[in-house]
């Protein structure tokens, strides 16, 4: 079994910046791709950035230039640099993560931060 623990959310004033952090924990494990999704009330999740095992990143159009996704190998653990944020960004964060173990791939979820970014 795979946990994966969040941390790093928070209320910040727009144009501030936050750091999420997500560790994996466990063993047996290999981390395929890393990703960080968000969801407000009444709206489905959303993909914000992803980084795959080899290194390539994919953002949503709407945090290009702002958001920077990078990873630890040797520690299991990604992270999510939030600079210039906007009210726009407030959100429950969701970390994700595509898990290889023993050559079957898995899906797990981080419990989810909030973020908050006031006007």
């Known amino acids: 079994q795979v946990q994966l623990v969040e941390s790093g959310g928070g209320l910040v004033q727009a144009g501030g910046s936050l750091r999420l952090s997500c560790a994996a924990s466990?063993?047996?494990?290999?981390?395929?791709?890393w990703g960080w999704y968000r969801q407000t009330p009444g709206n489905e999740r959303e993909l914000v950035a992803r980084i795959t095992s080899g290194g390539n990143t994919n953002y949503v159009d709407s945090v290009k230039g702002r958001f920077t996704i990078s990873r630890d190998i040797a520690k299991n653990t990604v992270h999510l640099q939030m600079n210039s944020l906007e009210p726009e960004d407030t959100a429950v964060y969701y970390c994700?993560?595509?898990?290889?173990?023993?050559?079957?791939?898995?899906?797990?979820w981080g419990q989810g931060t909030q973020v908050t970014v006031s006007s």
């Open positions: 994700y993560a595509l898990v290889n173990v023993r050559e079957t791939m898995f899906q797990f």
């Open positions: 466990g063993s047996g494990f290999s981390i395929n791709t």
